[in-house]
């Protein structure tokens, strides 16, 4: 398969514990993406790398929230003292860097339930 | 502030007829234009994009059209099909904003009927 993969499909975690996300992208793939979708709601952007630099970052990522993308491959989200209103679908996106515009692929996202 | 709006968030078609569905956005800064379809439990799939220098993308049953001074798009899918029932969401980005980084409206859920 060589769609963007995410890991875990699923994730439980009481309130105050600290939960981490993984992505794989497109190999070819030189910039990613993390979005979050909430119930009723299109996918929010979160932040986003080029290669291993981290370029962007929305208001929506609080202190709480750090992502990584160490070698410029996988990245990782990482979420600290998980609050209930963190519960969401969190989605990976891969895309190719070109002159022209081009369109993000998705991977099935991790859904998290702060109980 | 939604940037993107998709104002109807259901649309029931029979199947062979005509899916319009409409998006609007506010930024006029934006100038591409993409549409994502969703099934439940998995991630948007891509649909088709348009850039602000055309007015219409068209591939296989699926058209995009674009009003620019209206700040307006439309997405076509003719004809319906049953497995055409899923979330579409409407995304713009802008090519000012390196990353390229996507704004999506909420969505239209479309049902195909047989």
């Known amino acids: 398969d060589t769609g963007v993969s995410q890991n875990p499909r699923h994730k439980i975690t009481k309130r105050g514990q600290n939960v981490t996300f993984r992505c794989d992208p497109i190999?070819?793939?030189?910039?990613l993406y993390w979005y979050r979708q909430t119930l009723g709601q299109g996918p929010e952007f979160l932040t986003y790398?080029?290669?291993?630099?981290?370029?962007?970052k929305s208001r929506l990522l609080s202190d709480r929230f750090s992502a990584e993308r160490p070698k410029g491959s996988f990245s990782t989200l990482e979420i600290q003292r998980t609050e209930q209103g963190d519960s969401a679908m969190y989605l990976c996106?891969?895309?190719?860097?070109?002159?022209?515009?081009?369109?993000?692929?998705f991977g099935q996202g991790t859904r998290l339930t702060v109980v | 502030d939604q940037q993107v709006k998709q104002n109807s968030p259901s649309l029931s078609v029979q199947e062979g007829r005509i899916s319009i569905l409409n998006c609007d956005y506010t930024?006029?800064?934006?100038?591409?234009f993409l549409w994502y379809k969703k099934y439940p439990a998995e991630g948007p799939t891509f649909l088709i994009s348009?850039?602000?220098?055309?007015d219409k993308n068209e591939d296989g049953r699926f058209t995009v059209f674009l009003n620019k001074s209206a700040k307006h798009l439309s997405l076509h899918i003719v004809p319906s099909q049953p497995g055409d029932s899923a979330v579409y969401f409407c995304?713009?980005?802008?090519?000012?904003?390196?990353?390229?980084?996507?704004?999506f409206g909420k969505g239209t859920s479309l049902l195909v009927t047989p």
């Open positions: 996106a891969s895309s190719l860097r070109r002159r022209s515009n081009t369109e993000a692929f």
């Open positions: 190999s070819e793939h030189n910039r």
């Open positions: 348009i850039s602000s220098i055309k």
């Open positions: 790398f080029q290669n291993e630099a981290q370029l962007e």
């Open positions: 995304a713009a980005s802008s090519t000012t904003n390196s990353g390229y980084a996507l704004n």
């Open positions: 930024n006029s800064m934006f100038d591409y």
